[in-house]
Each structure stands twice: as structure tokens, then as C-alpha cells.
């Protein structure tokens, strides 16, 4: 089951449903976006959209964002179902339009009109993201994080005396919403060694020829 949809036929995204065989499990979306950002042909040393490969390495605007992810979304799906493979839960594929600048267009009009895709669904794979890095020595690193930072949005609400400029009172709310605010700003949040940057820590070491001791990196991290 698949079908092309968008608010017009230059933002189209892409859906894609894998029927499972349990209908009692929830949901797998793997999603991504097909856009890229504008090119600026006079900063390119070759064809932008020519795919060209050279020395192993592919050139094209959104290579990396995110055409790679795509294909190995896409690439191994079709490879898995070409073998027979046949998925427990439901899976739901999703190529965006309009990523790039803000997903009006893209993401959100699919909810917001196609939502049916996205009811069942408890887990979501995105978008790879991250960059690899090659060292002197010609190794290249594929590095790895655990996660990243979010947003958690808060109210806070203080209740104080009314005054005025000529008739100051101890009791004031500003005053008690400005300590909370800056409470929250001097919070010095945990920083936790998780084992899958340790061990990137640990063959990066390993790559560089440089040596470590683990109980030492865990107390600098964990305390």
C-alpha cells in the first residue's frame, strides 16, 4: 500500500505501509525527508545533482541529508521483502517534502491530513544525522551518540503582593520568578558516560594510538 500526497505536486511526500503479522503490536515508522537545501553553484567544484563518484566518495547536494538515509531505509526494506521476509508489527514508510524549511508542507500536512499512517505507531526511526571524520593516518571514524538534547516547556507561576513604584513590598512575584529562572539557569545538569560513547571513546583511543584508563574517564564523566 503506497501513495503520493501533498498540499500541491511540487511538496510531494512519499507513504508507504508493510502489513505485519500480528495487527496486535504497535506500529515501526521509518520516515525521512527527499528535499535538500538550495545549491549555490559557484561553491561547487562539480555538478551538484550529478551523483558523481570519485576516490569512493559520492558528490551531490543531500548525499548526506539525507539521500543516505533514504537508501538504506528503502534499500534494505526491498532487499528483506525480495527474500520473503515478513515484518511482526506493521511498518509505515515516510519520505517528507519540505523538511528544510519548516515541514509545513511536508510532515505536517501529513498528520495532519493522512494521520491514519501514524495512529498505531509507538516507535519512530528519523532521520541518521552526524558526519564522518578521517583522521591523518587515512581511518575514517563513524561517530557515535546515545542521544541528544531536547526541550521541556514549563509554566511557572509565582503569586505575590501588588504594589507599585512608590509603594515597594518584600513580597514580590517578578522577584520570586527571577530566583526560579535563574535557579534553572546555574543548574549544572549530570553528565552520564553511556557504554556506547565509551566504547567510541575507546576505539577512537585505539585509532589513535592513545591509551586511557576506563576507571579514571568513568569518574571524570559519572561524578
Request: aromatic share 6%; hydrophobic share 40%; proline share 2%.
Amino acid at each position: 500500500e503506497n501513495k503520493i500526497v501533498g498540499p500541491d505536486n511540487k511538496r510531494c511526500s512519499v507513504l508507504a505501509r508493510i502489513q505485519g503479522t500480528n495487527n496486535e503490536l504497535s506500529d515501526l515508522v521509518l520516515h525521512g525527508h527527499l528535499d535538500v537545501v538550495p545549491v549555490e553553484k559557484e561553491k561547487w567544484t562539480k555538478d551538484a545533482f550529478a551523483a558523481v563518484i570519485e576516490k569512493d566518495l559520492l558528490w551531490g547536494r543531500g548525499a548526506v541529508d539525507m539521500k543516505n538515509g533514504n537508501a538504506m531505509i528503502l534499500g534494505s526494506i526491498a532487499q528483506l521483502i525480495k527474500e520473503g521476509w515478513k515484518p511482526k508489527r506493521n511498518i509505515t514508510i515516510a519520505m517528507f517534502a519540505d523538511e528544510e524549511a519548516g515541514g509545513k508542507y511536508g510532515s505536517h500536512y501529513v498528520v495532519n491530513n493522512h494521520g491514519e499512517y501514524f495512529d498505531n505507531a509507538s516507535e519512530a526511526v528519523g532521520e541518521v544525522g552526524g558526519f564522518s571524520h578521517t583522521l591523518s593516518n587515512g581511518v575514517r571514524l563513524y561517530l557515535i551518540e546515545t542521544a541528544q538534547k531536547g526541550i521541556a516547556w514549563m509554566k511557572l507561576t509565582a503569586k505575590g503582593t501588588a504594589g507599585h513604584g512608590s509603594m515597594i513590598n518584600s513580597d514580590n512575584a517578578i522577584s520570586k520568578i527571577s530566583r526560579a529562572i535563574n535557579s534553572l539557569t546555574n543548574h549544572k545538569f549530570p553528565i552520564t558516560l553511556r557504554d556506547a560513547v565509551l566504547q567510541l571513546l575507546l576505539e577512537t583511543a585505539h585509532a589513535t594510538n592513545q591509551q586511557f584508563d576506563q576507571k579514571i574517564l568513568k569518574k571524570l564523566f559519572c561524578n
